[in-house]
């Protein structure tokens, strides 16, 4: 029997945060076909600019998979995460679990927006760590990093998961 986030589940399949996970109707889709839960395609909160670029994808003579999007193209609005997650939940009782993202390591940034999550219905909720590749040469980075995490396991009573960007070092 698997266990995860306190429920029994039928099969270890979560679907990771994408393309799979940006919209009710793919989500409702992931469920229909036995998927146990759905990290939510990441969001901030900002206000989407108008968006220049769009999704594009390209594999190269070596067999390597090339990708390039705008953030605006890539990230949802907080807002449209809420509804997206509020829907969800009337809808669905797979596992729901939001991502987060921001563009500093200061708590005030993130802790806000993931307790309106958390409140929305989350089982838990994803801190996106991909942007911050771009912060790592600031000043004590690391102990920037891991007090924020405290903080957010202080004040959000649902589990937090961290994913890291590849370019952060193991060590995190
Ligand atoms: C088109 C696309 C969009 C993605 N968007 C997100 C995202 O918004 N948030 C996130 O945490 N990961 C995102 N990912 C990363 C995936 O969740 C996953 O970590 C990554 O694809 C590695 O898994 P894989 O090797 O099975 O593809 C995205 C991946 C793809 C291909």
């Not at 590749?133 to 202080?154: D, P, Q, R, V």
Request: aromatic content about 8%.
């Amino acid at each position: 029997m698997i266990k995860f986030l306190g429920r029994k589940l039928e099969n270890p399949i979560i679907a990771s945060s994408c393309i799979a996970t940006e919209s009710v109707e793919n989500v409702l889709r992931l469920a229909e076909n036995g998927v146990q839960g759905a990290i939510l395609k990441s969001c901030a909160n900002y206000q989407r600019g108008d968006v220049s670029g769009k999704r594009q994808f390209a594999v190269g003579k070596d067999g390597f998979l090339y990708a390039s999007s705008p953030f605006e193209k890539e990230i949802l609005t907080l807002e449209e995460c809420l509804s997206m997650l509020t829907e969800l939940r009337e809808k669905t009782d797979i596992l729901l679990i939001p991502s987060f993202t921001a563009n500093s390591l200061e708590t005030s940034e993130w802790l806000p927006s993931c307790q309106m999550l958390a409140q929305s219905g989350a089982d838990a909720v994803q801190l996106d760590f991909f942007y911050m590749g771009n912060l790592i040469g600031t000043e004590n980075f690391g102990y920037k990093l891991t007090a924020l995490l405290h903080e957010l396991i202080a004040e959000i009573p649902i589990p937090i998961m961290p994913k890291l960007n590849i370019n952060l070092p193991k060590d995190y």
